[in-house]
């Protein structure tokens, strides 16, 4: 079991930045791909990047590519989002997850754990 807890999340400006963070415990964090989802009301979860856990390599949509970055301290046990230029249409419910594979999951369906979710809400 691994057990993912984010936080971070609150209430921007467009335009503006935050970071979340996600601390894991459990089983060795090291070994797993993290990635990070979103839900905004009435709508599907929404995957928003995701880093491996070998060689840290990253990947993102083009809805959140250039204004995202994911980065990982295995020491710490914790994956981070850094959001920046951040838009209203960004604002949902995040969510980390971890999974195992060999390649980074795009689709919730990849992953097997998964936090509560913090709530991000941009303001116009």
């Known amino acids: 079991q691994v057990q993912l807890v984010e936080s971070g999340g609150g209430l921007v400006q467009a335009g503006g930045s935050l970071r979340l963070s996600c601390a894991a415990s459990?089983?060795?964090?090291?070994?797993?791909?993290m990635g990070w989802f979103r839900q905004a009301p009435g709508k599907e979860r929404e995957f928003v990047g995701a880093?491996?856990?070998?060689?840290?390599?990253?990947y993102y949509p083009d809805s959140v590519k250039g204004r995202f970055t994911i980065s990982r301290d295995n020491a710490k046990n914790t994956v981070y989002l850094q959001m920046n230029s951040l838009k209203p249409e960004d604002t949902a419910v995040y969510y980390c997850a971890a999974g195992g594979g060999l390649r980074i999951g795009v689709t919730s369906g990849e992953y097997t754990y998964w936090g509560q979710g913090t709530q991000v809400t941009v303001s116009s």
């Open positions: 459990g089983r060795p964090f090291s070994s797993y791909n």
């Open positions: 880093i491996s856990w070998s060689h840290g390599s990253t």
